[in-house]
Every structure is written in structure tokens, then in C-alpha cells.
């Protein structure tokens, strides 16, 4: 009778330290960070963040996805696969309003931090015959990988300069590790691609014995592009110190990037998210240095179409960044 008193508590015990041990792991929250290919800036990007905020944060558990980049990492907050992702500002105002990639419907974000300009790199090589834009004419060319945000913007500017995508070019669909590869191999004679300096895919190229890199200027499309679009461009520069066997600086346009949530994630984790990431800058910077970009001064609207998320708004104020 004892001995069958004394294994039912053991067993009444067991079944308590683990549920116990159940409701811990239910508490543990993950969180999806959508980024983009490896060779990019969101990757290293997401995963430094993703680290940082694991850490800081109590019970979460962060993981940077590689994605096809911002279209992607909008669909996927959209379908509740991820929590939240880097994304070009224009690609997330067609989200938002439901339109171009997304007229299946519109997405309910909400920003949560400003983060860094995106610049548009259109490379080729000597040899290729390229020197001004108008040249890509008849070329062979990547436009950037199918969900990206470098397919939109680089539609746009081809648009801006008088060329017709399908007509004009002979168009492939790559990321920029792809396009750097088949640029290589003369398999294409230019490629476009938006992202942050140094971005580690055209460094590569740039470094690549026997080959010369060329940046195509076209930083004079930006107000077409934003008469047509809304001022989501600007003109900007890659200076020649970027990359390696560059001439001169590059004029090129540019457009920020954000990351972004659904409207559905509370303002408390917004708000530590956020904190975090402004607070913990130095340790993001020390893996790429566009985090440097992560200040309080570059969270304006001007920069995001996109509402911030309330739990941002709370911080900012903290801060004395009012909105």
C-alpha cells in the first residue's frame, strides 16, 4: 500500500516538472526575421539583429531567414510566416496600398525602425560595351530575383531612362550572387541591384583578377521616378572608395530601407524591439557598418510611407523625437 502511495506522488510529481517544463517552453517566443539572399546586405544585417535581440530580450529566440528579399519579406509577414522583415520603402507602399505585387490585397503594416538607404548599383564590366545608361539597350541583362525589391525599382529606372524591360533588354531574373557569377562568365553584360555599401557580392566582382568593374550613372532618373511614383528616390553616390578598381563615384538614386511588422504585433515587444536595436547599435555596426544609419534622427515619415507602429512612437517620444 505504501509502496503504491509513494509511486503515485512520484508520478504526480513527474507530470507537474513537466509541465512546468512545457508551460517554460510555451512562454519562449520566436520571432522570423525575413531578410534576403547571402549575398546582400539584409542577410548579415538580419542576423546580427537577430543575435542582439535574442540576447536582450527575455524568452525569444530570433532567426534571420534568407528570403528573395523585400516582396518576399512582405508576403510573409502578410501570411504570418514571419514577424518581421526588411523591405525597400517602395515595395512596402505598394504592400500597404494593395497594389503592383500585392493586388491580391493590401498588407496592414506598420514600421518599426528606419534603417539604411538602399543604393542602385547598375554594374557591368569592361568589355561589354556598356558606358552610359541608354547602352543596356540590346543587352543582356539581370533585373534582379523574382520577389525582390531590386526587380521593382530596377523596372522603374529602367523605365526613367526611356527603356522598355521586355522589349529593350534580353532580361534575366537574378539575385546578386547569381548575377555576379553570370557576369563572370559573361553570361550577361550588366546587372542591377539595390542594396547597401559595400554590398559583399559586387565586391567580389570588383576584386575578381582580370576584371574591371564600371557603375553606370543615372541619378538624373530620380525625378521622373518620383513624379510617376511619389518621392520615394533621391539621387546619391557610391564614391570610388567603395569598391575595388572603380574609376570615379558613381551617381546613382537611392531609396531607404525599414523594416517592418503587421499591425497585429503588441507595442509593448515593438517597443522593446526597437529600444533594442537603437541601444544595442554598436554591436550590428560591428558586423556591417550601414547599421551606423540606425539613428533616432533618421525616423521620420519622409523616409517611410508606412505608419511606425505604436510601441516605435512610445520610444521615440521617450527620446524627444516627436512625430
Do not use: C
Amino acid at each position: 500500500m505504501f509502496k503504491r502511495f509513494k509511486k503515485t506522488t512520484i508520478a504526480v510529481a513527474l507530470v507537474a516538472t513537466a509541465g512546468l517544463a512545457g508551460a517554460a517552453i510555451a512562454q519562449q517566443k520566436t520571432m522570423a526575421i525575413g531578410t534576403g539572399g547571402t549575398g546582400g546586405v539584409y542577410y548579415p544585417l538580419g542576423g546580427a539583429i537577430a543575435n542582439v535581440l535574442s540576447k536582450a530580450l527575455p524568452n525569444t529566440q530570433a532567426t534571420a531567414e534568407v528570403t528573395g528579399g523585400s516582396v518576399d519579406n512582405l508576403k510573409l509577414i502578410a501570411s504570418g510566416q514571419s514577424e518581421m522583415g526588411f523591405t525597400m520603402a517602395d515595395a512596402a507602399l505598394d504592400a500597404f496600398k494593395g497594389e503592383d505585387k500585392f493586388k491580391s490585397g493590401k498588407v496592414p503594416l506598420r514600421t518599426l525602425l528606419v534603417v539604411y538607404p538602399n543604393r542602385m548599383h547598375v554594374v557591368t564590366v569592361e568589355g561589354t560595351g556598356i558606358e552610359k545608361f541608354s547602352d543596356l539597350k540590346g543587352k543582356r541583362v539581370s533585373t534582379g530575383s523574382p520577389g525582390s525589391a531590386t526587380e521593382v525599382m530596377a523596372f522603374r529606372v529602367i523605365e526613367a531612362g526611356g527603356l522598355d524591360k521586355d522589349k529593350d533588354l534580353k532580361r534575366e531574373r537574378l539575385g546578386v550572387a547569381e548575377s555576379v557569377n553570370a557576369l563572370k562568365d559573361r553570361k550577361i553584360d550588366a546587372f542591377f541591384w539595390v542594396g547597401g555599401v559595400p554590398t559583399a557580392a559586387v565586391t567580389d566582382l570588383a576584386a575578381t583578377p582580370g576584371m574591371k568593374i564600371k557603375m553606370i550613372d543615372h541619378a538624373d532618373l530620380a525625378d521622373k521616378m518620383n513624379a510617376k511614383y511619389g518621392k520615394l528616390y533621391s539621387a546619391s553616390t557610391i564614391s570610388k572608395s567603395i569598391y575595388p578598381g572603380m574609376d570615379k563615384d558613381n551617381a546613382n538614386t537611392e531609396v531607404w530601407n525599414i523594416i517592418v511588422t503587421n499591425d497585429k504585433m503588441s507595442d509593448d515587444d515593438a517597443y522593446n524591439i526597437v529600444k533594442t536595436l537603437v541601444e544595442k547599435k554598436a554591436d550590428i555596426v560591428a558586423v556591417h557598418k550601414e547599421a551606423e544609419s540606425f539613428t533616432l534622427d533618421n525616423q521620420v515619415q519622409e523616409r517611410s510611407p508606412v505608419p511606425f507602429h505604436p510601441g516605435a512612437l512610445k520610444y521615440f517620444k521617450e527620446k524627444g523625437i516627436g512625430k
